[in-house]
């Protein structure tokens, strides 16, 4: 069985501080996407990781993928508050839904930005 | 492009109740899938398809009941609503698994 963990769960930063969130999961995988998720809104995909040493970078947010270690990380630069939202990862289970695979969700990182 | 759409946006049921939740995209995608978000559970998918006529279970399928007799439509049944099933529903689609999946707005269900 194929778990995401994400941590921290929850995070309140000031602006312009850095931080990272952690995604590990348990099982092999050759793809990771990142998702945003604003308070009542629907989900945003903001970034696909699909090889180790994987980097992708937008604007303020930057994410990694380590597939010998089994970790994900999205690395936040200068916070600011419109960064504030649940960013969810989620891994690609292969063996689970045939050729398809199927997204398994950690839990999601809520993510507080205040002034 | 209107991209997935969900409807309804809110539904409240009495237990016992059925009813069916619409999804459709004009993307023309093969794979579509159904989830269901509980404060502190991340997304839980209940049942996907990879393409007209075939749809398979997910990690919470009991209870909902899933066709898909075209590319655009994928709607979820709850066959006999409990509140176990209050929950908000997101429904989306993507080419195939390489590609990032595109999400409905949500419909936000509450059973009695």
């Known amino acids: 069985e194929l778990k995401v963990e994400q941590n921290p769960l929850f995070l309140s930063m000031q602006e312009g501080k850095n931080y990272t969130i952690y995604c590990n999961y348990s099982?092999?995988?050759?793809?990771l996407y990142w998702y945003r998720q604003d308070p009542g809104k629907s989900l945003e995909s903001l970034f696909v990781?699909?090889?180790?040493?994987a980097v992708k970078q937008e604007g303020r947010l930057m994410a990694s993928l380590d597939t010998k270690a089994r970790l994900s990380t999205l690395h936040i630069t200068a916070a600011v508050h419109d960064l504030s939202a649940t960013y969810f990862c989620?891994?690609?289970?292969?063996?689970?839904?045939?050729?398809?695979?199927?997204?398994?969700f950690g839990k999601g990182t809520k993510l507080s930005v205040k002034p | 492009n209107a991209g997935v759409t969900q409807t309804p946006k809110f539904q409240v049921l009495k237990t016992g109740q059925s009813m069916t939740l619409q999804c459709a995209q004009d993307?023309?995608?093969?794979?579509m899938s159904w989830y269901r978000q509980d404060p502190g559970m991340g997304l839980r998918l209940i049942h996907y398809?990879?393409?007209?006529?075939?749809?398979d279970q997910g990690e919470v399928p009991n209870g909902y009941n899933v066709s898909r007799s075209t590319t655009e439509d994928f709607p979820l049944r709850l066959l006999s609503a409990a509140p176990s099933q209050t929950s908000v529903y997101f429904c989306?689609?993507?080419?195939?698994?390489?590609?990032?999946?595109?999400f409905g707005d949500g419909t936000r269900l509450s059973i009695l």
């Open positions: 989306a689609s993507s080419w195939d698994r390489s590609t990032p999946q595109h």
């Open positions: 099982t092999t995988s050759d793809r």
């Open positions: 990781l699909l090889s180790n040493g």
């Open positions: 989620a891994v690609v289970w292969p063996n689970y839904g045939g050729s398809q695979g199927n997204l398994i």
């Open positions: 993307m023309n995608h093969e794979y």
């Open positions: 398809s990879v393409g007209a006529g075939i749809t």
